[in-house]
């Protein structure tokens, strides 16, 4: 079983709805990334959080410590929000940074 | 604007053939890391670099060297020794590099495909 397992791998939506990917994990963190990889290969980094929730336009990211789990949360999305959305996890120093294997978004018109 | 560039985009490698993919960043970042991605899998590390001069193993660094002789720099060879080099490689830098956890700024990559 992976470390940090992410649903679902594939997500087909259309243009304005509300979209939600999950990320769970198995181990003690110390803080969670949301990455967003597009088709041409370059990841941006999207949230790093450790508690609670963040909030960037119409990106949300929420955080449940006891439970180990992570949701991401698109609004009113967009063919532009398609990418794949990657989960991970620090384990421990900055070095250590375990993948889930992304969450393909195919947002259509 | 600041920010990592990888170069080349693209490569074609023969077998038994060294490489080396370059990773320059101008963040003034302390610390740099190589990842490989495979399709299916998550980013694996290969190497990362805290400080000058100083760099440490990841979880599949056979096969792959890199020196860090300048802040900015963090070129990574892959060698003859990697059995199945062809993947996507992507470097990345972070403020610190010592404790806790930090945002990471990612290259476009480098897609490195053995004929």
């Known amino acids: 079983k992976n470390e940090v397992e992410q649903s679902p791998q594939n997500l087909t939506a259309q243009e304005g709805e509300f979209i939600t990917i999950n990320c769970s994990y198995s181990v003690g963190i110390s803080a969670l990334h949301w990455l967003q990889q597009h088709p041409g290969g370059g990841i941006v980094s999207l949230f790093m959080l450790s508690s609670g929730k963040k909030k960037h336009g119409r990106l949300i990211a929420t955080i449940n410590i006891q439970e180990k789990h992570s949701s991401l949360h698109i609004t009113a999305s967009h063919p532009r929000d398609s990418a794949v959305y990657i989960c991970?996890?620090?384990?421990?120093?900055?070095?250590?940074?375990?993948f889930g294997t992304g969450t393909r978004l195919q947002v259509t018109l | 604007d600041g920010g990592i560039t990888q170069s080349p985009k693209y490569l074609f490698r023969k077998e038994g053939q060294n490489v080396t993919l370059s990773c320059e960043q101008n963040?003034?970042?302390?610390?740099m890391y190589w990842y490989r991605q495979d399709p299916g899998q998550g980013l694996r590390l290969i190497y990362y670099s805290q400080i000058v001069n100083d760099f440490q193993k990841g979880d599949i660094a056979e096969g792959y060297s890199v020196s860090r002789e300048k802040k900015e720099s963090f070129p990574l060879t892959v060698t003859s020794a990697q059995k199945n080099p062809t993947a996507f490689y992507l470097c990345?830098?972070?403020?610190?590099?010592?404790?806790?956890?930090?945002?990471?700024?990612f290259g476009a990559g480098s897609r490195l495909t053995v004929l």
């Open positions: 991970a996890v620090n384990t421990g120093t900055a070095s250590k940074l375990t």
């Open positions: 990345a830098s972070s403020r610190q590099g010592a404790l806790g956890a930090n945002v990471l700024t």
């Open positions: 963040l003034n970042h302390d610390a």
